[in-house]
């Protein structure tokens, strides 16, 4: 099988402190325009390779990294760091929108980045509103305080600030662990729907959502990526928790 370069390519990563392995040789293909989800259990390292991504484990002084993070086909270290982190976004686990207007916080980005007439910015804030499926909900609400909507709406709101300084990679480390059924459905479908435009990394915890959203699922385990289609998980007892994953996966 030949394998085509992803947007991103991890090549042999190693992340570590002075105590402990954290991750162990990562090889690792991002595809571009696809949901490409990574699972494991908690502590596996799933937040440490994304951070990896776009260079946030340098803010973390204990950890040493080496082996490859390649984005394009470049290494990540030799883009600027603000230019990297803008065109590979992140969206956490918990909503965490700025104490500001729902306006404010989507037209944060790009007034930090380019220089817009009001009119464009406020296209801008449209546009990444629409894309993130909040658009109806709030457009006469945009000078409303960010900390008043819901739950998934704040996740949403995070979603199109995301959005708004146009990335080519958007990354979600369990974005919906904090929210009720209904307000994750809505961010599993708008998910699928950002693969047109966009590349898709989702972290979960969630088996019934990778495999709903995913078009490639990545099982990590002990900092390890393991080949569950060949069943590497099912033959080693060191596996032995990853097998409950393995099995989710597999119905
Ligand atoms: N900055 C850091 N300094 C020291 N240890 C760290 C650091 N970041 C992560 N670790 C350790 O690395 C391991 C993996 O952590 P990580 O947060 O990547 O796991 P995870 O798979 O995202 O877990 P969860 O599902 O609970 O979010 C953990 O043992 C954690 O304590
Ligand atoms: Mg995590």
Redesign the pocket.
Same mark, same amino acid.
């Given at each position: 099988m030949i394998r085509m370069p992803g947007i991103i390519e991890v090549r042999d990563l190693n992340v570590a402190?002075d105590r402990?392995q954290?991750l162990s040789n990562v090889h690792l293909t991002i595809k571009e325009n696809a949901v490409n989800t990574i699972v +494991?259990? &908690?502590?596996? +390292?799933? &937040?440490?390779?994304i951070?990896t991504f776009n260079r946030l484990t340098e803010l973390?002084p204990?950890?040493r990294q080496n082996g490859q993070v390649l984005f394009h086909g470049k290494d990540v270290r030799d883009y600027r760091v603000i230019s990297l982190r803008r065109r590979i976004g992140l969206v956490f686990?918990k909503p965490n929108p700025f104490p500001a207007s729902i306006y404010d916080n989507v037209a944060f980005g790009p007034k930090l980045h380019m220089k817009l007439t009001r009119t464009k910015l406020d296209e801008i804030v449209h546009d990444s509103l629409v894309s993130a499926g909040l658009y109806d909900e709030v457009k006469h609400l945009l000078d409303k305080s960010a900390l008043e909507l819901s739950g998934g709406q704040q996740q949403r709101l995070c979603i199109a600030r995301a959005l708004a300084v146009q990335p080519e990679v958007l990354m979600m480390?369990?974005p919906t662990s904090s929210l009720d059924p209904i307000a994750k459905g809505k961010i599993e479908d708008l998910m699928m729907e950002l693969r047109n435009q966009y590349t898709v990394v989702l972290?979960t915890?969630d088996m019934g959502q990778a495999n709903r959203v995913s078009d490639s699922i990545d099982l990590?385990y002990n900092?390890r990526i393991v080949d569950y289609d060949k069943a590497e998980v099912m033959k080693m007892p060191e596996f032995e928790q990853a097998k409950h994953f393995v099995m989710k996966l597999a119905k």
């Open positions: 402190t402990q954290i +494991g259990p &908690s502590g596996s +390292g799933k &937040s440490t390779l951070r973390y204990k950890l686990q480390d369990e972290v915890h990590l900092g």
